[in-house]
């Protein structure tokens, strides 16, 4: 059922870096937008596409508790590695800066020096945090105390290394790359341009996502830059994109290190392709005049407005207007996991990558649930004993296959079909009076 796990061709890899699918606000998917407190329950997320969302969309009065269970330590860190960057207050790194550095982490195995600057400092502040932090999150948005002391140990690890000088990273990222394009396309990487011009045109065009750029998709497949939004160097490897895989050989297993994730959809996907802003889809000469990567910037930034607006405190535009010289960081030592804001009613609790079995043993977690997420990487844990950590009302939201490229329609339709058997045993119905939709799968508890 994985999709992502298998062959080291598989386009979509076996670690999910993005997600497939773009930002949904959780509280309005499904047929009862519920008030006051909500809990969710995020599995295989990837990114922190829907919290920003959902987080956008609350009332003054309500309040979010977010549960996240990745299936690896290494997108656990991203994870926090991207809600970190979200924290930081506008006083302290301006939102324009903050929207390049968060989408070029994001999406770009090469970053720029002053990135690579910004990156250090988060990652040894998290490693600090994650090993000191024991017993009570001193940040409630940040909250690693219930992982086990091994997976914080790991995590430690891996935010650790990205603090190291790049000379003792004996990974090339952009050799790794190539590695998987070519493992990917096999005879065809010679002609490669074409293979690429055709997964855009004939696949994500298809799709609807005509605003995703024939320039930039073509140069990240070519390079795996998606986001360039200054003139600057892209050079330096993207640490919190590396990650290893256990490879067999002769009996042996070994632990490669390299670029395991996708290589074909994109990170476009998450922030985007949609938008309720009309101006960013207009066409000329049946061309859209924006592109995935502008979307993608007014979107996070338009998302990290309302975060600080959330604290009670009105951001001002004007100071976002001046084009100042861009200062990292790491020229404000001082800045700390205190400095971030704290969000009124807002918390978001990392879990053990093993508890979906273990939560409905725990009575703190009877009937607490009111959305799941589950990824499309993730349909294979969703198992009948949820049933006893749903409220009566929850909504089930599965990520549907639709923009995993390498599946044709007949595989995705069955991806589909497997996707609702799965929701039925484990006793959920489809939700009928939502408007069908091919991207995520919506469904409600049965009723007895």
């Known amino acids: 059922m994985r999709m992502s796990a298998g062959r080291a061709s598989e386009g979509a890899g076996c670690i999910s870096w993005w997600g497939f699918s773009p930002a949904r606000d959780l509280q309005k998917t499904g047929p009862v937008r519920l008030e006051g407190e909500s809990n969710v329950l995020l599995v295989g997320s990837s990114d922190p596409r829907h919290i920003l969302k959902t987080i956008a969309g609350l009332q003054d009065k309500e309040s979010l508790h977010v549960w996240l269970i990745e299936n690896s330590m290494e997108v656990a860190a991203r994870q926090l590695l991207l809600l970190y960057l979200a924290l930081i207050s506008p006083e302290s790194m301006r939102h324009n800066e903050k929207t390049e550095i ?39 948005c940040l909250n690693t105390t219930l992982l086990k002391f091994k997976e914080r140990d790991e995590l430690a690890r891996i935010l650790k290394s990205w603090t190291q000088p790049q000379s003792s990273t004996p990974i090339l990222i952009s050799k ?6 070519r493992q990917h396309l096999g005879t065809r990487y010679d002609s490669k341009k074409g293979c690429f011009d055709w997964d855009l045109s004939m696949k994500l065009h298809e799709k609807r996502c005509g605003v995703i750029n024939k320039q930039q998709y073509m140069q990240w497949r070519e ?28 009996g042996d297993k070994a632990a490669v290190s390299g670029y395991w994730g996708d290589i074909v959809s994109g990170p476009y996907l998450s922030f985007g392709i949609e938008t309720d802003d009309k101006d960013l889809l207009k066409t000329q000469n049946g061309q859209h005049t924006k592109t995935a990567q502008d979307i993608s910037f007014a979107n996070v930034n338009a998302l990290f407005q309302s975060l600080s607006s959330r ?131 919506v469904f409600v508890p049965q009723r007895k």
Request: proline share 4%; net charge negative.
């Open 311 to 441: 604290r009670g405190c009105p951001t001002s535009s004007h100071s976002d207007a001046e084009a100042e010289e861009p200062h990292t960081l790491n020229s404000r030592k001082s800045v700390t996991i205190n400095d971030l804001m704290h969000l009124n009613g807002i918390s978001v609790t990392f879990l053990p990558m093993d508890s979906l079995q273990k939560l409905p043993q725990k009575k703190k977690y009877s009937h607490l649930f009111n959305t799941f997420y589950f990824s499309t990487s993730c349909v294979h844990q969703l198992v009948p004993t949820l049933r006893q950590i749903a409220a009566p009302d929850a909504v089930l939201v599965v990520e549907l296959a639709k923009y995993i490229l390498d599946l044709d329609k007949e595989q995705e339709a069955g991806f589909a079909e497997t996707v609702a058997s799965i929701a039925l045993k484990a006793e959920f119905d489809p939700w009928q009076e939502g408007k069908s939709e091919d991207v995520h799968a």
């Open 176 to 181: 790794a790359w190539d590695y998987r394009v």
């Open 102 to 140: 968060f989408l070029e982490l994001f999406g770009n195995i090469e970053i720029r020096s002053q990135t690579r600057e910004t990156l250090k400092h988060v990652a040894s502040q998290l490693s600090l945090y994650v090993t000191e932090t024991l017993e009570k999150a001193a940040h409630p």
């Open 223 to 250: 390079r795996g830059l998606a986001f360039e939004m200054r003139e600057g160097v892209y050079q330096i490897t993207n640490p919190s994109l590396v990650s290893s895989r256990v490879f067999k050989k002769k």
